[in-house]
């Protein structure tokens, strides 16, 4: 099974950076993908980023591109998510998930990925 958890989330100022760990204490029975999704207050949960399982392709939502920046450590069963120039709209609560059975290509729809963390608040202040 896999077992997702996150971490690193926190309150930071308008510019400043965070860096989100996702760490995978289950037993991988398979190479996945990991995305990451985040739910700000009163908005739908939303695509972030994601990496494939050697790290080789990532992907990315518009607005976070050229400010965050997805990598991996599989040795450490860890996926990051370094966050820089935040603004007041990156606050949420941020999700890893992995996505076991997609092929192809990375997906950025929720229900494609099958289990989930249980989420660290991120807070940016103006």
């Known amino acids: 099974q896999v077992r997702l958890a996150e971490s690193g989330g926190g309150l930071v100022q308008a510019g400043g950076s965070l860096r989100l760990s996702c760490v995978d204490s289950?037993?991988?029975?398979?190479?996945?993908?990991t995305g990451w999704f985040r739910r700000a207050p009163g908005k739908e949960r939303e695509f972030v980023a994601a990496i494939n399982w050697s790290g080789t392709n990532t992907d990315y939502t518009d607005s976070v591109k050229g400010r965050f920046t997805v990598s991996k450590d599989n040795a450490k069963n860890t996926v990051y998510l370094q966050m820089n120039s935040l603004n007041a709209d990156d606050t949420g609560v941020y999700y890893c998930a992995a996505d076991l059975f997609s092929t192809g290509r990375i997906w950025d729809g929720a229900s494609t990925y099958d289990y989930w963390g249980q989420g660290t608040q991120v807070t940016v202040s103006s």
């Open positions: 289950g037993r991988t029975v398979r190479p996945y993908t």
